[in-house]
Every structure is written in structure tokens, then in C-alpha cells.
Nanobody, 115 residues
Framework: QVQLVESGGGLVQPGGSLRLSCAASRSIFSIYVMGWYRQAPGKQRESVATITNGGSRNYGDSVKGRFTIFRDNAKNTVYLQMNSLKPEDTAVYYC?????????WGQGTQVTVSS
């Protein structure tokens, strides 16, 4: 099993930045893929960014060039650096991990982009 604990959400003005953190309960070397999804009110959950244990990254089209996913293996933590935030980035952001063919989710952290 994997427990995921997110932090770093909050309120930010348009054009601002936030960094989300996702701490895993086990070594992320053993986790095939980790990533971030988000869900806005009335919308389906969508993939924001993923990173494999080999370092391959994928980004949703709406965040390319603005968001960066990276990992700190020593801290068993994956981060999402979000720059140039827009009001449409407002959502609950969920950390995700695929480990041993099972999917794991964090509890979610709210990101609100508003002036």
C-alpha cells in the first residue's frame, strides 16, 4: 500500500505561483508512476502531470509550459511547480500513484486562483 499526503494548496492571484508537494509512505523508486490530477466543480477529473520512476514526464495540454513536475527521491516526495496561474486552474488537486497494479490517491488540496 501507499499513503499519499499533499500540501501546498491555497489562494493565489492570477499570474502567481504555487508549489504542491506529495509525500509518499514508501520509497518512490518502487512506484511506477506518480502524478497530479485535478477536478474543478462540475467537471471530470483530468490529468495535470505525471512522472515515472524512470523520469519520463507528461503534461496536460492546458498546463504545458507553465507547470513542472519533479521528484526528490531522498524525501519520497513529488512536487508540482505551478507558474503563471490562471483562474481556470482553480480546482482540487489530487496526488496519484500507481504501485503494484493498484491506484492510490491523496486526499486532495484546494488551489484557488482569483484576484
Amino acid at each position: 500500500q501507499v499513503q499519499l499526503v499533499e500540501s501546498g494548496g491555497g489562494l493565489v492571484q492570477p499570474g502567481g505561483s504555487l508549489r504542491l508537494s506529495c509525500a509518499a509512505s514508501r520509497s518512490i523508486f518502487s512506484i511506477y508512476v506518480m502524478g497530479w490530477y485535478r477536478q474543478a466543480p462540475g467537471k471530470q477529473r483530468e490529468s495535470v502531470a505525471t512522472i515515472t520512476n524512470g523520469g519520463s514526464r507528461n503534461y496536460g495540454d492546458s498546463v504545458k509550459g507553465r507547470f513542472t513536475i519533479f521528484r526528490d527521491n531522498a524525501k519520497n516526495t513529488v512536487y508540482l511547480q505551478m507558474n503563471s496561474l490562471k483562474p481556470e486552474d482553480t480546482a482540487v488537486y489530487y496526488c496519484y500513484a500507481k504501485y503494484s497494479s493498484a491506484d492510490y490517491w491523496g486526499q486532495g488540496t484546494q488551489v484557488t486562483v482569483s484576484s
